[in-house]
């Protein structure tokens, strides 16, 4: 099996972009925000998505009894050009029946050290904070 993935990007009209992953999977990108996600809000959805995966996989093996996850993601960028993101912070809200947070702490630690190849990789260059909350029921 082999370690290299890709993707192929087309453009559409105006800003718009579609791109596919080597998987055939496609999203439409605007970078007038108007008809997609822009590139900058598709690299923290990508974050946000990679961690969600690693905490509710983690929670589910530990046997929590997750209803519902839910990550809100906030990026700050730089003032001057490149705006590169300087600070993302990843705000879990887990949904469930006696969930631990003991657990959910752990989960969120160990995707962020260890699991999201995202947030480990943005890690290398961008403050990444994490926190969360649980809401009963």
Same mark, same amino acid.
């Given at each position: 099996m082999s370690n290299s993935m890709s993707a192929h990007v087309e453009w559409q009209q105006g800003m718009q972009f579609k791109a596919t992953s080597g998987s055939g999977h496609s999203v439409l990108m605007d970078g007038d925000k108007a008809n997609g996600a822009s590139p900058m809000e598709m $690299? =923290?959805? &990508?974050a946000g998505s990679c961690s969600s995966v690693d905490v509710v996989s983690i929670l589910e093996k530990t046997k929590q009894q997750v209803a519902r996850c839910e990550v809100a993601i906030e990026g700050k960028r730089a003032d001057s050009v490149p705006a590169v993101f300087t600070d993302i912070h990843l705000h879990f809200i887990v949904h469930g029946t006696d969930v631990s947070p003991s657990h959910v702490e752990? &989960? $969120? @630690? =160990?995707? &962020?050290? @260890?699991?999201?190849s995202v947030a480990i990789m943005l890690s290398a260059s961008v403050n990444m904070t994490h926190s969360f909350e649980i809401v009963a029921g």
């Amino acid at each position: 099996m082999s370690n290299s993935m890709s993707a192929h990007v087309e453009w559409q009209q105006g800003m718009q972009f579609k791109a596919t992953s080597g998987s055939g999977h496609s999203v439409l990108m605007d970078g007038d925000k108007a008809n997609g996600a822009s590139p900058m809000e598709m $690299v =923290l959805m &990508a974050a946000g998505s990679c961690s969600s995966v690693d905490v509710v996989s983690i929670l589910e093996k530990t046997k929590q009894q997750v209803a519902r996850c839910e990550v809100a993601i906030e990026g700050k960028r730089a003032d001057s050009v490149p705006a590169v993101f300087t600070d993302i912070h990843l705000h879990f809200i887990v949904h469930g029946t006696d969930v631990s947070p003991s657990h959910v702490e752990r &989960a $969120v @630690k =160990l995707s &962020a050290d @260890k699991y999201c190849s995202v947030a480990i990789m943005l890690s290398a260059s961008v403050n990444m904070t994490h926190s969360f909350e649980i809401v009963a029921g």
